[in-house]
């Protein structure tokens, strides 16, 4: 009877994070629709899909509902989904990634608990282990983050499919991301379910920046149960400060989400940590920072937000962030400028922090490297003035912004 409950919970938990996932979709259609119909036509390429007989809509189709502000249907998405499901497991299952140990845990995780507590060492040597972890993998990274999301990740950065997995496991733990969701769930039937969906898309911005740095990082190859040891005490500790660190422009945007939240009846404290999350990812830029200058990582903090507080970086990420990203590659053009900006704040720190000789205090620190680059700064602020008083922004201009700030770089 144990053993019956615990895989009906299983059953019903995992129907419950795939509804949630189309949910979340659903909310985001008009934003999604090209990654959708990239998707598809990559499926159909490789001959997993016929459109036509899963009624799923031609190029033609996707243009009337694109110019109509529409995207998939709920029933639609559940079926791009399941094959988004059906191609990542046979990537992965022919990958390395099911024997690394610590993805290898989740074996014992897909069985029911009555099983785990008599059966841990037989599991080990199931047959179809590399199987089943798979399978738990797949299922449970889609029916958070939706069909497209490895697909859209292997056309931004040209990884294999095993690697985005093994990337986003990284900052799903990292991060913390587990209870938090739990934490959201944990509110069904006390706030509206839109707030709740908000909350959960708003986290996935995250979770694909860290999958994104992961990518992009030798850390990637690294023992997963080391990398993630190494990166979470750090990242829980500094996200403690953030709230001291940011500047008076980012506190009273964070203030005023956390209110709006509290609004709606989530507990201040988890709003806090939803709105903290578009600061949490340069976290992982501070650890690696500090630990290439062999600084701690409280030094490296004051100095990394001094200098986006100089340099009008947060005012530059959010006009970035406003760009649209309705088509593929508006989304990689905002893309490569997020992750160009973040890449400078990174390299400007450093540079602080080697440039400054023998003095460790970080005002101190700040004080020599604006005295040695005195002329670019003054540089970047004229044309930063120029840009606020601008009535909008395009592309090209923030292009230009980047540009100067490389001078720094």
Do not use: C
């Amino acid at each position: 009877a144990e053993m019956t409950d615990d895989v009906a919970a299983l059953v019903l938990r995992d129907n419950y994070f795939q509804t949630q996932a189309l949910s979340a979709m659903n909310r985001i259609a008009l934003q999604l629709v090209d990654a959708q119909q990239r998707f598809i036509q990559f499926l159909e390429k490789s001959g997993r899909l016929n459109r036509a007989l899963e009624y799923l809509p031609s190029d033609e189709e996707f243009a009337e509902r694109r110019g109509g502000g529409k995207g998939l249907t709920a029933p639609e998405g559940a079926v791009l989904l399941a094959y988004g499901k059906i191609w990542l497991y046979d990537e992965v299952l022919a990958s390395p990634l099911p024997d690394d140990p610590w993805v290898a845990t989740a074996l014992a995780r897909y069985f029911p608990m009555a099983l785990r507590k008599s059966y841990a060492e037989y599991m080990r040597r199931h047959p179809l282990s590399r199987e089943i972890i798979s399978t738990h993998v797949i299922n449970s990274m889609l029916n958070r983050v939706g069909s497209t999301f490895v697909h859209r990740l292997m056309e931004t950065t040209g990884a294999k499919p095993h690697e985005i997995v093994r990337a986003y496991l990284l900052a799903r733990e990292i991060f913390g991301f587990v209870p938090l969701w739990q934490d959201v769930e944990a509110l069904d039937n006390k706030v509206p379910y839109a707030v709740q969906m908000e909350m959960l898309i708003d986290s996935s911005r995250l979770l694909e920046r860290g999958t994104m740095w992961f990518l992009r990082s030798r850390r990637l190859s690294d023992d997963m149960r080391a990398t993630i040891a190494q990166f979470t005490p750090r990242v829980e500790a500094l996200a403690t400060r953030l709230s001291e660190l940011i500047d008076a422009g980012d506190r009273a945007r964070v203030d005023a989400a956390v209110d709006a939240y509290a609004a709606s009846g989530v507990p201040q404290a988890l709003g806090a940590r939803i709105v903290a999350l578009d600061t949490l990812y340069s976290t992982l830029d501070i650890v690696e920072v500090g630990d290439a200058t062999k600084r701690p990582v409280e030094v490296v903090a004051d100095i990394y937000f001094g200098v986006s507080a100089r340099l009008g970086v947060p005012w530059l990420r959010g006009r970035i962030a406003a760009l649209p990203q309705d088509r593929h590659w508006r989304r990689l053009a905002k893309g490569a400028m997020l992750d160009d900006l973040s890449g400078l704040q990174r390299t400007v720190t450093t540079e602080v922090l080697v440039g400054g000789g023998g003095i460790e205090e970080p005002s101190a620190l700040m004080t020599a490297w604006q005295e040695r680059n005195a002329r670019a700064i003054e540089r970047e602020d004229q044309l930063l003035g120029e840009l606020r008083a601008a009535p909008a922004l395009d592309l090209a201009m923030l292009s230009v912004a980047l540009r100067e700030l490389r001078a720094l770089a």
